[in-house]
Each structure stands twice: as structure tokens, then as C-alpha cells.
């Protein structure tokens, strides 16, 4: 499959997970109302910070030697079955540690989780699951085959979930039936990867060279580095909504963290695209061409800053209204739809310069930036959460955002003469967040606050953000692309 399917692919499996994780969330919230939904937000954030530390970077390092081993005809099989079993020893010691000092935990924690220990112990096993799904991305992609990863991971996984979901709805299920259904499906998942490896991989390194000896212990102490990295970024991503629940409580983290689910649909296309540049950035700053690195950012960064500020700018708009599709137990604020949305934008924006740190082996100056916006989060929450709630919260984290992306692009800037970024890609959120807020006024008017008119406000905003950007962001060579290919599908 060429590399522009692929991306579609995964881009389409992004997209597809995002939406169904959205539509599951709202059913969720719908069945459990405010204050459970709460409480498994914030053990859907335990879960999230545990599939950073779960493959313990491993992920990331067999995604960086993966290439390289395959072009030499290296076995990169064993490697990976060795780093397996390694993560799933790990694992299993954690689950024990946790049955034994369990109780204990969750007496020391100012959050009310009341009869949530199996629900922990869930969550630890889907943790394993997800890591192990973790791991075979890194081997499919290593292998040019990234579109099966996402054919079972972002496909058939999200989708089989979000059915358990509706199901649940229907039979007005406990969080018990929420937390399981979670679990079950990533296993299946990592079980449908691994026939699908045995089946198609194995067989390509039957006469494959074994890899030099000592191979495991210079992946192992490098991932450590990016473990640690990944780990760092995550507290700034997930701790928000778990001092929100212990600072005020878990009906106003279950408020946040549903807005904040919908304010990261904005990484869905960035993200795809980063994952796929990542390697060739490698690549091409191990030849030292850094002018073509920078072309490859600046690339990204105009396209990122075009479908992301799409996003970013309607949820910013409409947000506020989200009641309307959570239930009228929820109420959102306008300036927190904007605070969030604007804190994963820079996100999802300048993430790939996190990447260009990671793959040319400053990891440890990607860890003492990180480290800095951890600390800037953790003061920000104590400070403003207090007087402020939950904008207080979506406050620290877009410090923590801030902090961490403008310590990035400084230093890349200063060393490597790379400037990636200009104002040119700020002009598309702006246009369509002047765009989303004309159609929010609309929606506010009597009588038209309905679920109804917000849907009809929404594809009005989508038709014109499309319009002007075809007449305006896009260059005569990207039009004239745009209808090279729109004409070969038999659609002008």
C-alpha cells in the first residue's frame, strides 16, 4: 500500500476511534450521569498513564531499530518476542504488587473510589493489552504494514466497544459493565494482532540473521529515556482531571473530562500525519539534511494548523452547548471550551518537534523540558483549581502545553536553524473560529437551543469553513491537486 493510503488509512482509523470514543463517552455519561462518569474518567486516565509506562518505551525503540534491522536482514522477530516477554513479566509483577498493597492505595487517595479495587485491577490488565498492542504497531510499522495495526486497533476495537456501550445504555449498565467491556476488547485486539503476526510476519524471518548480541540492552537503556518522556508528557495530559476530582469533586471531573475527550479530537489528523513522518525525520537527520527536515515540519505544521484549527476552532465555538448531547445533568462553559481546545491544538501542532528531539538522541533534553512543564502543571493546578474549578484546570494545562512546545521549537530553532512554524499557519483557526462563533451566536438565539439547530449550526460552519478554505488557504497548486483528484473519483 503507497505511503499516501496509508496515511489515509490511519488517518481514517484515527478518526474513526476518536468518533467512536466520543460517541461511547457520551453513552457512558448518559447511563452513569455526572458523578460515575467521573469516577471512570479518572480511572480511564490511571489507564492512560499506565500504557505510557506499561511497554516502558520499549514501543518506541522497536519502532526506531525496527527499520533499520528489517533493511539488514537482521531477525527483528526475536528481538521483538524477547522485549514481549519482557513487558508482560513486568506487567504481571505490577498486578501483583497491586493485589497485595491494592487496599492501601486506595485508602491513601483523597478521590472517593468506593468499591473501585477490581475496577483498578481491570484496568491494570487492559493496560498489559494495550501495551502489547503497543509493541505490534512498532512491528508492523517497522515492517510497512502500519494499515493492519490500524484495520483491528482503530477500527474493529473501537467499534466492537462502542457497541458494548450502546448495549450497556440499553440495559442501563453499572461502571462495572463499562470497565470490562474495555478490558475485553483490547485483549481481543492484541489476540487478533498476534495470529495476524504468527500467520504473515514469521514467516519473513525464517533465514533472517539473529541481531548482534548485547541488541536488547542498548534498546532497553534507550527506552528508558523515552519512557520517561512519554511518562512526563502523559502527567501533563491526564493529571488534570484526577486533581480536579480530588480538589473538587468527581461530578466536576466528570463535566471536564468530557469536554476535554471532545477538545483531543483535534490531535485525530496531526497525529496521523506524525506518526508517519516520524521515521523519514529520522532518516533524514542521520544524513545531516536538515533543510529537508525543515520542509517536512513546515509541511506538516501548514496542513496540521489547516484541519486541526478546523476542529479546534468548532469545539471552541460550540462547546458551551454540549449539554445538549451529554444530557442536562452536564453543564460547559464557553471560556473552558476554549482554554482546552486551544492547550491540544499547540499540542497536536508541535508535536512532531517532540518527535525530532526523541530521533536524534536528545532524549534527556526532551526530558528536562518536559520536567518543567510537569512542574509548571502540577503549581498551576494546586493555585488555580481552588478559585477557578475546572477553567483553572484547562488553564494549567494550557501553561503546561505552552511551556513544554515553546521549549521544544526554541531549541530546535537555535541548534538546528529550523524554523518550521510561521504566523501563515495561525490564519486558518483564527478565520474559522470567527466563522464557529457566528454560528454559536445563532444557536443561542431563542427557541433555537436545541439539539437540532446545534446539528444544523454545525454543518453550516463545516460548508463555509470548507468554502473558505478552498478560496483562501489553499495555494493554486493545492486547488489544482484538489481537482485532479476530486475529477479522477468522478466527483467534478
Known sequence: MSGWKNSLVISGG????????FL????????????????FAILKNVYSVLIILAPIGLDLSLLKYGGIYVAKGLDYRSLY????????????????????????ILQTMAVDLAGAHLFVILTLISAAAGSDLQLMNSVLKSNERPQIYSFIAAYFVPLLRLVLNLAGLYWNAS????????MLALALGSLLLTIYERVALKPLFVTAEPPPKGTILVVIRESVWMVMSLFQYGMIRFLDVLALGMLVSTKAAGEYSALSGMA???????????????????????????????AVLANYMRNASRVGGFIFAGIAAFGNKLDLVFGAQFSFSAALAFVLCLGWYLSACYAPVGYL????????????????????????LYLLIPPLGALGAGLAVLLAFSTVNFGRYVFIVK??????????????PTIFLLVGAVFSLICEQDGFRTFPILVLCCAGYS??????????????????ALGKVLQSRGLR
Open 14 to 21: 484515527m478518526m474513526t476511534q476518536q468518533i467512536a470514543v
Open 24 to 39: 461511547g463517552n457520551v453513552l457512558i455519561a448518559r447511563s452513569l450521569g455526572p458523578a460515575d462518569f467521573g469516577v
Open 81 to 104: 518476542m524477547r522485549l514481549r516477554l519482557i513487558v508482560l513479566i513486568l506487567n504481571a509483577l505490577a498486578l501483583a504488587l497491586y493485589l497485595l498493597l491494592g487496599d492501601e
Open 175 to 182: 461502571l462495572g459493565y463499562f470497565i470490562w467491556v474495555n
Open 264 to 294: 483531543q479530537a483535534i490531535q485525530i489528523y496531526p497525529q496521523a500525519i506524525a506518526t508517519t513522518i516520524g521515521p523519514r525525520i529520522a532518516g533524514l537527520m542521520s544524513q545531516g539534511k536538515i533543510r529537508e527536515v525543515e
Open 357 to 380: 528531539l526523541s530521533m536524534v538522541g536528545r532524549h534527556k533534553l526532551e526530558s528536562f523540558i518536559l520536567n518543567i512543564g510537569t512542574v509548571v502543571l502540577v503549581v498551576a
Open 415 to 428: 541548534q538546528h536553524k529550523i524554523r518550521p512554524a510561521s504566523l501563515r499557519d495561525f490564519y486558518a
Open 463 to 480: 460548508l463555509c469553513c470548507m468554502a473558505i478554505a478552498y478560496r483562501v488557504l489553499l495555494s493554486d497548486g493545492e486547488r489544482a
